[in-house]
């Protein structure tokens, strides 16, 4: 007999140990119409145990399930457990990407929109052509006949028959694309029937659509309503603009779709990204260019308050340069502070003092119009094939973001900021201006009062209460499930080494102690070690104190460097030791599983570095949530300590393995918790974990670490000398 309820999607024989606990909560609260936060170790079956009630559920009261990740290991899990469930239970699923990867002749979306709507009025044209064609070859035949009103009736089609040529004539200069052709044209049933056997990638859709010489992107929305299931990443989601476009793709409103976040604690930082607006100093320099050329008499005033606006951005990031800053400037953004407390920021005194006209708001609106109106000629260029690109209106973009700086720049939550970098080609230094928004709720508090439902899971979401306040959800059910394999095959180790506070780093004496202990460490590591630090700094510098100590390979992680090729060479070799920083792509969403990895440590206690802009995150969730040191403990030491456990979990990823994971820095200790006082972070760890952590000296590391892997067999032939 068939399952009947939400276990019908489950693909397996059994669920994992609280798997079934787990769906049966999440279940109930979808049911309900409720939000889940839904914190599970590795062996959790988070993903299933989210999915298959979802699916029940959307099943039960026509809706569609919509799951998102922003890493793209997951992306692939999760076609294969769609995989898995369609083996069950028949449902369909439709993988997006954005076009900009299906594309099959790289064009832009503004470029792209104009030849679709050309594409499609040259073939209704045609067709159009096609019908009376084939009704003045009917009533020529009937006036043959004798029937005089068919000549008179195929007189008139004969008219529109000459219109629609002269009209097809028109359109016979314009851009057009041909994939897109072939879909309006061809039969496209295969396409579909082909694309609903099984679940397919975007790279499967592109090489079929490439093949058969269609759009894949466009067959794809429009096979895209009415689908049990979408996967897709956290823009289609977090992005307002593209939400409500994918969301009428899907023929649904916001209150049918049942939306599960992967990698939930990263919602925070995308939903501010996708509310920061920015401008940069290329795109006024552009338009005013672009104003130059145009005899439009409004271009004057247009020009009056970009070029007052862009001179102030220059002056400010020109002014804040001391001696050698200039020479200082690299290829990545540095953050010019204007901020201040008690007025408004330098930037907009500086161009309120060089603005001089009739009025700043007249002139942003007299840009705004020129800047529409030359958008509409570019695209009407574009579309007659008068240009082979679709040039986008700089004057528009630039008014736009000046409107939204002087009418938005004051509003709680939004940080000021400006920004310089370096050309790498002209080795020339611009910059951008910024409205940085500090409150993701403003994101995501809409959008999760709007759809009937969400799932945020990851391993790391605790404390619950502060993703709650954080993320604009209410009234949500939270669950939590630690590590389901045995225990007796790990160890979880507060290594009391000194403290690494930013002032103590340079010393010798504490460098030798960590070097010490990350080097006994490694020697007892049965394989390969990671080792995560604050920073890449702190990475390279301890991996070159390892390199004259050690026989072990040493690869050390750098910014700019392929994550992935220096992954495959780590778990390539035996022995060897990684270091890296915790705020890099090897923290999280990547596995080392098997013999990839068997000891993680984390050096040091990794705050991210605390600029102008993470100090204004910290006053913007002081003022939101009223609370002495919430911004700090919000923003920076709770995101902190989820860093650190996401970098714990990158090791011990099935039941069979063996492996230890050691925090070297005292103010992971239980014992020092009442010497260290507010610097302690033993206490921000859930219970569970808390409870796991073994404090021990750095001299008894070596020992501890020798008999719980002897006590394994995990040693290859005679153990480490201690």
């Known amino acids: 007999m068939s399952e009947t309820g939400y276990m019908r999607f489950f693909p397996y024989d059994r669920p994992y140990e609280n798997q079934r606990e787990a769906m049966d909560r999440i279940h109930n609260a979808l049911h309900r119409g409720q939000d889940v936060l839904f914190e599970g170790a590795c062996g959790t079956g988070k993903t299933l145990s989210s999915l298959v009630p979802a699916l029940e559920v959307a099943r039960e009261q026509d809706k569609t399930v919509v799951i998102t990740t922003n890493v793209h290991q997951q992306m692939r899990q999760f076609v294969a457990e769609a995989r898995a469930i369609t083996r069950e239970e028949s449902i369909r699923t439709v993988v997006f990407k954005g076009k900009g990867s299906m594309c099959h002749i790289d064009v832009g979306y ?67 694309c041909d994939y897109y052709r072939n879909n309006l044209t061809e039969d496209t049933d295969d396409f579909f029937g082909w694309l609903f056997e099984d679940v397919r990638t975007p790279d499967e859709i592109y090489e079929y659509a490439e093949r058969q010489e269609l759009c894949g992107y466009e067959l794809l929305k429009e ?23 994918f969301f009428r793709w899907l023929g649904r409103d916001p209150e049918d779709v049942i939306a599960v976040f992967d990698e939930a604690h990263n919602v925070e930082d995308a939903a501010r990204e996708h509310a920061t607006r920015t401008c940069s100093e290329r795109t006024f320099e552009s338009a005013l260019e672009e104003l130059a050329d145009s005899d439009d008499p409004r271009a004057e005033d247009a020009a009056n308050v970009l070029s007052a606006f862009h001179r102030a951005l220059v002056e400010i990031y020109e002014d804040s340069f001391g001696f050698g800053d200039r020479e200082g400037v690299g290829e990545n953004w540095t953050d010019v502070p204007i901020a201040n407390d008690d007025r408004k920021d330098d930037l907009t005194l500086e161009f309120l003092q060089r603005y001089s006209g009739r009025g700043i708001d007249d002139d942003l609106e007299a840009a705004m ?84 439902a969400t799932v945020l899971m990851s391993a790391t979401l605790q404390p619950f209460e502060v993703t709650e306040d954080v993320l604009g959800i209410e009234d949500a059910v939270s669950m939590a499930y630690g590590l389901q394999f045995a225990e007796e095959n790990r160890r979880t180790f507060a290594v009391e080494t000194p403290p690494l506070f930013s002032s103590d780093r340079d010393d010798p004496a504490v460098q030798a102690d960590v070097t010490e202990t990350i080097h006994d460490a490694v020697r007892m ?22 390199v004259g100590r050690t026989d072990r390979t040493v690869y050390v992680d750098e ?31 990547v596995s080392f599983d098997g013999d990839d990895a068997h000891t993680v440590l984390v050096v040091g206690v990794p705050y991210p570095h605390l600029d102008d802009r993470a100090e204004a995150v910290q006053e913007a969730y002081d003022a939101a949530f009223d609370g002495t040191d919430t911004g700090w403990r919000y923003a920076v030491e709770f995101p902190t300590i989820r860093k650190t456990r996401q ?9 069979e393995e063996v492996g230890v994971r050691a925090l070297l820095d005292r103010r992971y200790s239980r014992q020092a918790k ?7 972070v033993n206490g921000i760890f859930p219970h569970a974990e808390r409870e796991e952590l073994i404090d021990i000296e750095p001299g008894k590391l070596k020992f501890a670490m020798l008999n719980f892997y002897g006590g394994h067999d995990a040693y290859d032939g005679e153990p480490p000398t201690p």
Not at 395 to 400: K, R, V, Y
Not at 674 to 680: A, E, F, I, N, Q
Request: some cysteine; overall charge negative.
């Open 110 to 176: 503004e470029e792209c929109q104009t030849l679709r709507d050309n594409t499609r009025a040259v073939v209704d044209a045609e067709q159009d052509r096609e019908q009376l064609e084939r009704r003045q070859r009917e009533l020529l035949a009937e006036s043959q006949d004798g029937d005089g009103s068919a000549a008179d009736a195929r007189s008139a089609v004969m008219d529109e028959l000459e219109a629609i040529e002269e009209r097809l004539e028109d359109l016979g200069d314009q851009n057009v």
């Open 223 to 245: 096979g895209i309503e009415g689908v049990d299931l979408v996967v897709c990443n956290y823009h289609h989601l977090l992005d307002s603009t593209i939400r409500e476009q």
């Open 369 to 452: 119009k020129l800047g529409q109106e030359l958008d509409e000629e570019y695209e009407e260029a574009y579309r007659e094939g008068e240009t082979a690109t679709r040039t986008e209106c700089q004057t528009l973009q630039a008014a736009a973001f000046v409107s939204a700086w002087m009418t938005e720049g004051s509003t709680e939550g939004l940080y000021p900021v400006v920004a310089v970098t370096r050309d790498a080609g002209t080795d020339e230094i611009y910059g951008r201006v910024e409205l940085y928004s500090c409150l993701p709720r403003q994101v995501t508090g809409q959008l999760f009062d709007e759809i009937h």
């Open 525 to 546: 590591t049965p394989g390969n070690t990671l080792a995560f630090f604050p920073n890449y700094g702190e990475a390279s510098r301890y991996a070159d104190r390892l």
């Open 559 to 589: 910014p700019g460097q392929s994550a992935e090729d220096l992954r495959q060479q780590f778990v390539a070799d035996d022995g060897a030791v990684l270091c890296t920083s915790l705020w890099g792509t090897l923290a999280e969403g």
């Open 647 to 655: 970098a714990l979990g990158r090791v011990i990823r099935s039941p």
């Open 674 to 680: 009442p010497d260290l006082g507010k610097y302690s």
